[in-house]
């Protein structure tokens, strides 16, 4: 039987380091992990539009502007896109004051620069629009319309602004 030398003894515990090393290594590369999340998208909430006013008061064949706020209470940036006005109405009966004395004017165009507005609770989450000559009333308006209060909705389109 042979007898082991000091440098045979250095050649297997090389060898035995050289095979442990290899094989730690080995096991570096085959460490692995995994996971999953659920998430819920959240909804857009409608824009706030309010203080609405109308110049100058309403006559016989004059055109209006309406003024208004409008308010992003979503947590992303929103950019206005166009303004309508809905049906107009009155609380008078039509034989003083018919509803159709006061008209949306389809000649207005759009407000020449719509905003973008900032997120909720910054700095330009709001913004007064200005849609100017947006309605009319009739050249021969009845006369019970002196002095009656016409209701005038106002609708703004809006996108996501997010980037």
Same mark, same amino acid.
Do not use: H
């Given at each position: 039987?042979?007898?082991?030398?000091?440098?045979?003894?250095?050649?297997?515990?090389?060898?035995?380091?050289?095979?442990?090393?290899?094989?730690?290594?080995?096991?570096?590369?085959?460490?692995?992990?995994?996971?999953?999340?659920?998430?819920?998208?959240?909804?857009?909430?409608?824009?706030?539009?309010?203080?609405?006013?109308? $110049?100058?008061?309403?006559?016989?064949?004059? &055109? @209006?502007? #309406? /003024?208004? !706020? *409008?308010?992003?209470? =979503?947590?992303?940036? %929103?950019?206005? $896109?166009?303004?309508?006005?809905?049906?107009? &109405? @009155?609380? #008078? /009966?039509? !034989? *003083?004051?018919?509803? =159709?004395?006061?008209? %949306?004017?389809?000649?207005?165009?759009?407000?020449?620069?719509?905003?973008?507005?900032? /997120?909720?609770?910054?700095?330009?989450?709001?913004?007064?629009?200005?849609?100017?000559?947006?309605?009319?009333?009739?050249?021969?308006?009845?006369?019970?319309?002196?002095?009656?209060?016409?209701?005038?909705?106002?609708?703004?389109?809006?996108?996501?602004?997010?980037?």
């Amino acid at each position: 039987m042979r007898k082991f030398t000091k440098r045979s003894a250095a050649f297997v515990t090389a060898g035995v380091i050289a095979v442990t090393g290899a094989g730690a290594a080995y096991a570096a590369w085959l460490l692995s992990g995994t996971g999953s999340a659920a998430a819920t998208a959240g909804s857009a909430a409608q824009l706030s539009v309010s203080g609405i006013t109308v $110049t100058p008061a309403f006559g016989p064949g004059s &055109t @209006n502007d #309406v /003024a208004f !706020t *409008v308010t992003n209470t =979503n947590a992303f940036p %929103a950019e206005i $896109t166009s303004v309508s006005i809905g049906t107009i &109405t @009155n609380a #008078v /009966a039509d !034989t *003083v004051c018919a509803d =159709n004395n006061v008209v %949306a004017n389809e000649d207005a165009d759009q407000p020449a620069s719509l905003p973008t507005l900032g /997120a909720a609770g910054s700095a330009t989450d709001e913004a007064t629009i200005t849609f100017d000559d947006a309605l009319k009333m009739i050249a021969d308006p009845q006369n019970g319309c002196q002095g009656v209060n016409f209701t005038i909705p106002v609708t703004v389109a809006a996108v996501s602004a997010a980037s």
